[in-house]
């Protein structure tokens, strides 16, 4: 069975890394295929990339609707014979649609990560017209949230509950001096780490001004890269914390990331079914997170606490009050989100539909 995963475009990320791991774990029949950015792009931030590079195409789309891309996925279709495409977001959808509309044959799962840009009737109206036109999609939804507002949206789909995953032998409690050490992080304070997009939806700004509610030994690291690194940076520096703030940009391995860290906190505005949370907690790392989306279904309510969003004190008095050392968090995660376990319900979906 050769599967076929399309997603918008292929930088590290959460969707991109679990849709990479499904890769890694059967390449002789998994592909992916980007729709923007040129693959030398993509190499670049990620290099692991190129390892798989065999397995990996880039339409390199440009704005506004490309028929050149839809005959792209067709040809990797009929060139590989691929029996499942599986799109993640709107963007994929659309054109996974319309590549494979007249092959019956060829199975359709979509997957939706996070649920807001529903809000928005064109991409609602959009989405509604295509599970009508394609009666062969079906709709999967990373958590119990995102299941019952997929129901109100589009109440005649046939929808199946996958949560994401993670992979508990890449992501496992290691050796915290040597990970700072690796970072170049002060080895006595407490580390909160966070990592995401930097871009408004993560809320980094709010945890950048937790910080300074903290005692002087609280050390805030974050991962990863986006539009607001310049913005972030600048403002740590307005706030005289750069002594106390590091953004360390695009972080390879991640597992050692977390394993330097104390506290892992996800201070989002909006989120899915984060991964992030998982790698951490599998890390035995506990997390402090916004209450939105599916993240309270992720965090180990023995060891984890959940805040309101937009919230700096709320952040502060969570990191402040949390439990540090405990072995919870990967207990959590091993009985409920093991990557073993996500893999048997895909497959298990896509000879089923």
Known sequence: ??????????????????????????VKNVYILALEDPSEESFRQWPKLKEYQNNLFFADKTKG??????????????????????THHLGPLIYGCLATSQRASIKHI???????????????????????????IHLVAVSKDIYTQLKSYFPKMDISTIPNAVDTRFFIPGNQ?????????????????????????????????????????????????????????????????SDRICLLGMV??????????????????NEGMPLSLLEAQACSVPVVCSNVGGCAEEVDPESGLLIPSQNPKAIAEACMKINQKTEKPREYILKNFSFDTLINHYYQLYVKV
């Open 65 to 86: 609707f490309s028929l050149k891309t839809v005959n792209f996925i067709k040809d990797i279709c009929r060139t590989l014979s691929i029996s499942v495409i599986h």
């Open 252 to 269: 390879e391995p991640m597992n050692l990331f977390y394993q330097a860290c104390d506290i892992f906190c996800l201070p989002s505005l």
């Open 177 to 241: 001096t040597n990970a700072r050490k690796y970072f170049k992080l002060p080895e006595s304070s407490t580390i909160i780490g966070s990592a995401g997009r930097l871009e408004t939806v993560k809320g980094h700004i709010y945890l950048i001004e937790a910080i300074r509610l903290m005692p002087l030994n609280y050390f805030l690291v974050i991962a990863g890269i986006g539009s607001l690194y310049q913005t972030l940076l600048t403002h740590i520096q307005t706030l005289d914390l």
């Open 110 to 136: 979509h997957t939706e990560h996070d649920i807001w840009h529903l809000q928005h009737y064109k991409d609602w109206l959009i989405q509604y017209f295509l599970f009508n036109w394609k009666k062969q």
């Open 1 to 26: 069975m050769k599967i076929l995963h399309i997603i918008q475009r292929l930088k590290y990320g959460g969707l991109e890394h679990l849709v990479f791991s499904m890769l890694c774990h059967d």
